[in-house]
């Protein structure tokens, strides 16, 4: 037997041409006496590219459910031999589930949960189920809360444990680490696991959506573990998503408007006496005709887009610099309450002259609406700055060659030999001297080399997609990425990638 099979979907050593399969096992010796033939191992192949082909027709768009005829879900949101779903409540009661689980409270994980959820128990963090009891109305007698980084058994599940640890993503959200043996086929997949009754215990990691650091692959509760399934959040599984670091775009964004209230050089050391290629030097030359305007009129009002959810970090972050308070409207106020983030609501203030940072919508900074909104506070601040933080306004540097593509470890060298500074960022073209707007490449999901990193730094032996899965030309580009993961390992003896900071790679 070349290798051991974690379940049914395992992937064999020599796929068939053309197969759609997103994990490869790591390549152990055999032993004997095991109940997995090589045989089996190849049947396991063909299992997967047809639970995949079954898990497409589940997210049919076209299909509308009924009461007598519910949308059934697909086998990555169930966890394989255990009673428990992870973010499929628009596929309401789950056969033979008894744990449903919520990564963190963004609207494509918690589709169709509202204040008429029955179908049983929702496990999560306690800023998530603040926020969907706010939000959804659901009833706070399924909500389950559960503490960060320590095991609790799961009731109800033949003894699976689950361990919460921070996603790095939106307030509340958590990946779930679970641990236990297989005890029953639940959901609504036709392919079923040959180890449920055995002894064997099985750990998955669920990642939902999360922004990877070496916390992650360092946390005494992964580490040093083989993980039979990762769950892995794949928004940006492409080479051409490498942006920079969260925490240096998070601290240029603070650095830049600390220098923008103060007056001070827009360029770092390295760029002194060089005229950049932006409206920078434009914009500086009319720095002291505002001088006086704002000794008059007031400040510099800074205004940050974000979702319901998210983004609070730059906005935090730029507060703390200014030394400001932060004002958004009382819905968003609310919302934020809902998080348990007792920094955030200390800086909060209902009056928008106190808070010289404001939250809008993130739609609001790319439109018209933003001078609307700036309008409404015409004599008390001189000018306005927005940042639009997304992952989309990332573009590569330029000389970047994005057609040939190096190896994973020159694409992750590469990365880290570049670092992101508050000179990175440019005004948009639109921008005039009254308003600047920054598009700021910043994601809560994890860049192509930060999931790179990840992947190279722990033992795992299946790694399941979980975003973009929905076209079989999709799901190959993944798994051709996957499998060089594991190549890379292979190669380098169980390979770690070194980190530049705590919490980043």
Known sequence: MPHAVTGPFTKAESPSAGSSVLSRPIQRKSTPGSDVSAFAA????????????????A??????????????????????????????????????????????????????????????????????????????????????????DVPTIVPDTGGVSVTLIEANHCPGSCLFLFEGPQTVNAGDSAYKSPFVGTKRIFRYLHCGDFRASPQHVLHPCVKGKRLDHVYLDTTYLDPKYCFPPQPQVIAACAELARRIVRGESLEDGDLKGKKRETMDGWITVHEKAYKKEESAAGRVLFIVGTYSIG????????????????????????????????????????????????????????????????????????????????????????????????????????????????????????????????????????????????????????????VNVGSESGRKKMSRWIERWEAERKKGGGMTVQQRAPDYW
């Open 59 to 148: 997210e049919d768009r076209n299909f509308r459910p009924t009461r007598a005829n519910r949308r059934h879900a697909p086998f990555y949101k169930v966890l394989q031999g255990m009673p428990i779903a992870v973010d499929a409540f628009r596929y309401g009661s789950i056969p033979e589930i008894t744990a449903y689980f919520l990564t963190h409270a963004h609207s494509d994980h918690y589709t169709n949960l509202s204040s008429n959820w029955r179908s049983g128990p929702i496990y999560c963090s306690e800023g998530t189920g603040n926020l969907i009891v706010h939000m959804l109305g659901v009833d706070r007698k399924w909500v389950r809360p559960l503490p960060m």
């Open 311 to 466: 983004k609070e970090r730059i906005v935090k972050a730029i507060a703390r610099a200014l030394g400001t308070k932060i004002f958004c409207d009382s819905r968003k106020e609310a919302i934020l309450r809902c998080e348990a983030d007792p920094e955030l609501d200390a800086l909060l203030t209902r009056d928008p002259l106190e808070g010289a940072v404001h939250l809008v919508p993130l739609g609001v900074i790319a439109s018209d609406r933003l001078k609307d909104y700036i309008g409404r506070f015409k004599g008390h601040y001189s000018r306005a700055v927005g940042f639009r933080p997304t992952g989309w306004t990332y573009t590569p540097p330029s000389g970047t060659d994005t057609t040939n593509i190096p190896s994973i470890p020159a694409l992750i060298k590469r990365a880290q030999s570049r670092t992101y500074t508050f000179a990175n960022l440019r005004p948009t073209k639109n921008s005039s001297p009254g308003l600047q707007v920054y598009g700021v490449p910043y994601s809560e999901h994890s860049s192509f080399v930060e999931l790179s990193a990840f992947a190279l730094s722990f033992d795992w032996c299946r790694m399941i997609a979980t």
């Open 42 to 57: 190849l049947m396991s192949s063909n299992k997967e590219v047809e639970a995949w082909k079954e898990a497409s027709v």
